[in-house]
C-alpha cells in the first residue's frame, strides 16, 4: 500500500516536496498498534512557527524525515483504518497532531473511552499535549466544518484562553491598554475577542500590516487598530501590555523605547513576521519574557482540579465559535499540488488573513 508525505528543508523552508513512503503490511501490523489515514488538516503560520522552532523545541522528532529534511506537525483529524488495538475499533476517528501525510502508524497507549496516546519511543520528548488524540467519532462538534473550526483553532485558541487568563490573574499588570502584533492573526483575535468580552475598562488595541486594518477592523473585537509604522502614534502616557505575535525585534525595540517604563509586561507568544534579531538589546519598561502556555495550565489544573480547565474552555470556545462563520472564509485544498502551494503561500505571507486553509495530501 503507498502513502505519501510532504516535507521541507528543515535549513531552508522553500524547499520542500512529497515523497512516497510505504505502509506496513496490515496484517503484519504489531500489537496495539493503529493505522490511520490522515483525513484534514488546517495549516496557519503557526505551522511555520513549528517549522522555525523545529530543532530547538523538538518538533522535527514527532514525525521523523529522511536526511536533512522535516515533516511539519499539523492539526487535524484522522481516520482508524486498521488497528491491533482490541479497545479502538477501525473507522474510529481521532483529533490531533499529525503529519502532514496521507497516514500515520500510532503505537495506542493510555486509551480512554475519549481519547488515546501515541507512546511511539521517538515522540516522548515533548510536551504530552502533542502526543494525545481525542476520540471523536460522533461528536458533532468535530463534525463537517465544526471539525474544520476546531482543526484550524482549537490549540491556537487554547493559548488565546491562557494568555487572557493569565493577563486577568495579574490584573493587567497595571495597563490601561493591552497591544496585540499580528493582530490579523488566529491566535490574536481569540485573545482579542476574550479581552474584548470581559469590558473591563481596558483597551484592546490591534497591531497590524496595512493590507490586514479593514479585516482587523471587522472583527469587531479591537477598540483600535493601528499600523506597524504608525505605533509611536499611540498615547505614551498609560501603562501598556503587550502581547507579541509577531516576534519583530525591531518592533519590539519601537514599542518598548516609545512606552519606556509604562510598557509594564511583554509577552513573547509567536514568530509570524520571522524577524527576530539573534542580539537584541537590553530595553526599557517590563523584560520580554516567552509565554510558557504549560505553566499556566499546569497551575490552573492544581487550582481548578479535574476537568477545571476544560469546563471553562468549553464555555469560552462556544463563546468564539459561532463567530466563525463571519470571520473566517474556509478554503479545502486536496492532493500534493494544493497542500504545496498552501505551504509556500503561508510560508511568505500570502494567505489573507479571514482565509482558513483545510488541506488533505490524498487527492
Ligand atoms: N507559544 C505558543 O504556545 C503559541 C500558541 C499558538 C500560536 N502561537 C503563535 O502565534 C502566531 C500566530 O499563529 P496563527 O496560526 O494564529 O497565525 P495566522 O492566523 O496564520 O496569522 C496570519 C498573520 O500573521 C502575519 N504573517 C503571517 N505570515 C507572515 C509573513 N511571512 N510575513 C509577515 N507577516 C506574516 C500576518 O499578520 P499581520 O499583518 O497582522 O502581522 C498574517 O495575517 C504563530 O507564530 C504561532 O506559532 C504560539
Known amino acids: 500500500m503507498k502513502a505519501a508525505d510532504f516535507?521541507?528543508?528543515?535549513?531552508?523552508?522553500?524547499?520542500?516536496?512529497?515523497?512516497?513512503?510505504?505502509?506496513?503490511?496490515?496484517?503484519?501490523?504489531?500489537?496495539?498498534?493503529?493505522l490511520v489515514k490522515v483525513t484534514r488538516f488546517a495549516f496557519t503560520a503557526n505551522n511555520i512557527t513549528y517549522a522555525v522552532t523545529g530543532d530547538r523545541l523538538k518538533y522535527w522528532s514527532l514525525f521523523p524525515a529522511p536526511d536533512e529534511f522535516g515533516n511539519i506537525p499539523v492539526w487535524g483529524l484522522g481516520e482508524v483504518i486498521a488497528s491491533q488495538h482490541p479497545n479502538v475499533p477501525a473507522g474510529e476517528i481521532l483529533f490531533g497532531y499529525f503529519p502532514m501525510a496521507t497516514h500515520l502508524l500510532i503505537e495506542a497507549a493510555d486509551v480512554t473511552k475519549r481519547g488515546l496516546r501515541d507512546g511511539a519511543a521517538h515522540r516522548q520528548g515533548v510536551s504530552?499535549?502533542?502526543?494525545?488524540?481525542?476520540?471523536?467519532?460522533?461528536?458533532?462538534?468535530?463534525?463537517?466544518?465544526?471539525?474544520?473550526?476546531?482543526?484550524l483553532l482549537?490549540?491556537?485558541?487554547?493559548?488565546?484562553?491562557?494568555?487572557?487568563?493569565?493577563?486577568?490573574?495579574?490584573?493587567?499588570?497595571?495597563?490601561?491598554?493591552?497591544?496585540?502584533?499580528?493582530?490579523?492573526?488566529?491566535?490574536?483575535?481569540?485573545?482579542?475577542?476574550?479581552?474584548?468580552?470581559?469590558r473591563n475598562g481596558i483597551k484592546v488595541?490591534?497591531?497590524?500590516?496595512?493590507?490586514?486594518?479593514?479585516?482587523?477592523?471587522?472583527?469587531?473585537?479591537?477598540?483600535?487598530?493601528?499600523?506597524?509604522?504608525?505605533?509611536?502614534?499611540?498615547p505614551s502616557g498609560s501603562p501598556v501590555a503587550f502581547v507579541d505575535m509577531a516576534g519583530n525585534s525591531a518592533l519590539r525595540e519601537n514599542l518598548h523605547r516609545h512606552f519606556d517604563a509604562q510598557?509594564?509586561?511583554?509577552?513573547?507568544?509567536?514568530?509570524?513576521?520571522?524577524?527576530?534579531?539573534?542580539?537584541?538589546?537590553?530595553?526599557?519598561?517590563?523584560?520580554?519574557?516567552?509565554?510558557?502556555?504549560?505553566?499556566?495550565?499546569?497551575?490552573?489544573?492544581?487550582?481548578?482540579?479535574?476537568?477545571?480547565?476544560?469546563?471553562?474552555?468549553?464555555?469560552?470556545?462556544?463563546?468564539?465559535?459561532?463567530?466563525?462563520?463571519?470571520?473566517?472564509?474556509?478554503?479545502?485544498?486536496?492532493?500534493?499540488?494544493a497542500v504545496k502551494q498552501v505551504y509556500l503561500d503561508t510560508l511568505n505571507g500570502h494567505v489573507p488573513p479571514q482565509q482558513g486553509h483545510i488541506l488533505s495530501l490524498a487527492s
Open 205 to 234: 488595541v490591534g497591531l497590524t500590516s496595512a493590507s490586514n486594518v479593514g479585516f482587523v477592523e471587522s472583527l469587531g473585537c479591537y477598540d483600535e487598530v493601528v499600523t506597524y509604522d504608525r505605533v509611536t502614534s499611540l
Open 7 to 34: 516535507i521541507v528543508a528543515r535549513n531552508d523552508l522553500q524547499q520542500c516536496r512529497v515523497i512516497e513512503t510505504q505502509l506496513p503490511d496490515i496484517a503484519a501490523l504489531p500489537d496495539e498498534t493503529l
Open 263 to 337: 510598557m509594564k509586561y511583554s509577552g513573547l507568544i509567536g514568530l509570524t513576521h520571522r524577524a527576530t534579531s539573534p542580539d537584541e538589546k537590553a530595553l526599557p519598561g517590563a523584560k520580554p519574557a516567552w509565554f510558557f502556555a504549560p505553566d499556566q495550565m499546569r497551575k490552573r489544573a492544581k487550582e481548578w482540579g479535574p476537568g477545571g480547565i476544560d469546563t471553562r474552555f468549553g464555555a469560552a470556545w462556544s463563546g468564539f465559535a459561532p463567530n466563525l462563520d463571519r470571520w473566517l472564509k474556509v478554503t479545502e485544498g486536496r492532493g500534493p499540488a
Open 154 to 198: 482549537r490549540p491556537l485558541f487554547m493559548l488565546s484562553f491562557m494568555v487572557d487568563d493569565f493577563l486577568a490573574e495579574n490584573e493587567f499588570f497595571g495597563a490601561k491598554s493591552v497591544l496585540l502584533s499580528s493582530a490579523s492573526s488566529k491566535t490574536a483575535f481569540g485573545l482579542a475577542h476574550l479581552l474584548h468580552l470581559r
Open 128 to 151: 504530552p499535549v502533542y502526543n494525545a488524540y481525542a476520540r471523536v467519532s460522533g461528536d458533532p462538534a468535530f463534525a463537517g466544518k465544526q471539525g474544520d473550526y476546531q482543526a
